[in-house]
Each structure stands twice: as structure tokens, then as C-alpha cells.
Nanobody, 116 residues
């Protein structure tokens, strides 16, 4: 099983990034997916989630209207489009997969730094 994140990096405030998470080794279309992040000295938190078929999404209040989660089950990939980035969005972003019987997988994380 692998979840491989990509797309992180350094961006100026107000900029955009698109994170991708490529999944393999399990039935991706049967898993709800989410992005979570952890900033230095803080607990890991949910950023955005999407149901297995992509019909439902939810977002942390802090990112609503700025971030969009989506998935392509044909490509076994989930995305996080991040716009209007703020310094407080700086964190390691993790891809997270959960099946209906609560089998869980984590990615290794990708660093996002928002700074001028």
C-alpha cells in the first residue's frame, strides 16, 4: 500500500498550490479520502475530506472558500487545490485513506510553506 503526495513547496502569501496524492495497493474507489496537516508545535488537523465516490466533501472552517478537494478514481488520485494561501497554512500536508470498516492508510507528507 502506498500514498504518495506531491506538489508541496514554497509559495508567497496569496499564491496557489495543487497537491496530489497517488494511491496504490488498495481499492482506492472504496475509500473515503482526506487531507490533514500538521504545523510545528500543533496537533494534526483535518483540512478537507471527500467520500469514496466523490459525492460529498467537507472542509475545515479555516480553509472554506479557499481550498478544494477532488478525486479521480480512474487515476487513483486525490487532489487539494489551495488558493489564497496564508502563512498560517504552512504545515506538512498528509494524505489519509479510510475504508468503511476503518482500515486506515497515511501518506508520508509534503511540506507547504507560505512565506514572502
Amino acid at each position: 500500500v502506498q500514498l504518495v503526495e506531491s506538489g508541496g513547496g514554497l509559495v508567497q502569501p496569496g499564491g496557489s498550490l495543487r497537491l496530489s496524492c497517488a494511491a496504490s495497493g488498495f481499492t482506492f474507489s472504496s475509500y473515503d479520502m482526506s487531507w490533514r496537516r500538521q504545523a510545528p508545535g500543533k496537533e494534526r488537523e483535518l483540512v478537507a475530506a471527500i467520500t469514496s465516490a466523490g459525492a460529498g466533501t467537507n472542509y475545515a472552517d479555516s480553509v472554506k472558500g479557499r481550498f478544494t478537494i477532488s478525486r479521480d478514481n480512474a487515476k487513483n488520485t486525490v487532489y487539494l487545490q489551495m488558493n489564497s494561501l496564508k502563512p498560517e497554512d504552512t504545515a506538512v500536508y498528509y494524505c489519509y485513506a479510510r475504508s468503511r470498516n476503518y482500515r486506515i492508510y497515511w501518506g508520508q507528507g509534503t511540506q507547504v510553506t507560505v512565506s514572502s
